[in-house]
């Protein structure tokens, strides 16, 4: 597969996710994936490694702090107190595999997973692995990446 012009790539090691554009960083942003580690098995909790793509996107014009269930805008933002779950919060990036075998398909398939990009609640854990698999995003953040990422945008996640 060729680089692509633009996309984004999540190093899982620095815990940071990058806007890549004509091989330079664009923006840069600090995350969190998951604290049960790597990996791409169903029910594993883990964030799944490889070339992904933005299949669908959510949340668009929601305020900051809204919070969705299974992918639907309840139209209730986040108390701003409550951290006793990672709710999903402001925008979701959800993510298809494109790797056959690796993220796609069978028990290891990234779409059916719902693994997202998204806000948390969990802000103060941003930067260090904090998640069930998705790769969670301060909500200032995730609204502007948001916004400069069409569907179909490519993500590495090394």
Same mark, same amino acid.
């Given at each position: 597969?060729?680089?692509?012009? *633009?996309? +984004?790539?999540?190093?899982? #090691? *620095?815990?940071?996710?990058? +806007?890549? =554009?004509? #091989?330079?960083?664009?923006?840069?942003?600090?995350? *969190?994936?998951?604290?049960?580690?790597?990996?791409? @098995?169903? !029910? &594993?909790?883990?964030?799944? +490694?490889?070339? =992904?793509?933005?299949? $669908?996107?959510? #949340?668009?014009? %929601?305020?900051? #702090?809204?919070?969705?269930? &299974?992918?639907? !805008?309840?139209?209730?933002?986040? !108390?701003?107190? &409550? @951290?006793? $779950?990672?709710? /999903?919060?402001?925008? /979701?990036?959800?993510?298809?595999?494109?790797?056959?075998?690796?993220?796609?398909?069978?028990?290891?398939? &990234?779409?059916?997973?719902?693994?997202?990009?998204?806000?948390?609640?969990?802000?103060? *854990?941003?930067?260090?692995?904090?998640? =069930?698999? %998705?790769? +969670?995003?301060?909500?200032?953040?995730?609204?502007?990446?948001?916004?400069?990422?069409?569907?179909n945008t490519v993500v590495v996640i090394a």
């Amino acid at each position: 597969m060729d680089t692509p012009e *633009s996309y +984004l790539l999540v190093d899982t #090691g *620095s815990q940071k996710l990058s +806007l890549m =554009h004509n #091989g330079r960083v664009r923006a840069a942003y600090p995350i *969190s994936t998951s604290k049960f580690g790597l990996g791409a @098995v169903k !029910d &594993s909790f883990k964030t799944p +490694l490889g070339i =992904h793509r933005v299949a $669908e996107k959510y #949340g668009t014009g %929601c305020p900051a #702090g809204r919070i969705f269930k &299974s992918r639907k !805008d309840t139209g209730v933002e986040w !108390d701003g107190k &409550s @951290v006793e $779950e990672n709710l /999903i919060l402001t925008r /979701i990036l959800r993510l298809a595999g494109l790797e056959p075998g690796v993220n796609q398909g069978g028990n290891v398939d &990234s779409f059916e997973r719902y693994i997202y990009i998204h806000g948390t609640n969990l802000e103060q *854990s941003i930067g260090k692995p904090a998640s =069930h698999g %998705c790769v +969670l995003m301060k909500n200032q953040d995730i609204i502007k990446l948001y916004d400069q990422v069409p569907e179909n945008t490519v993500v590495v996640i090394a």
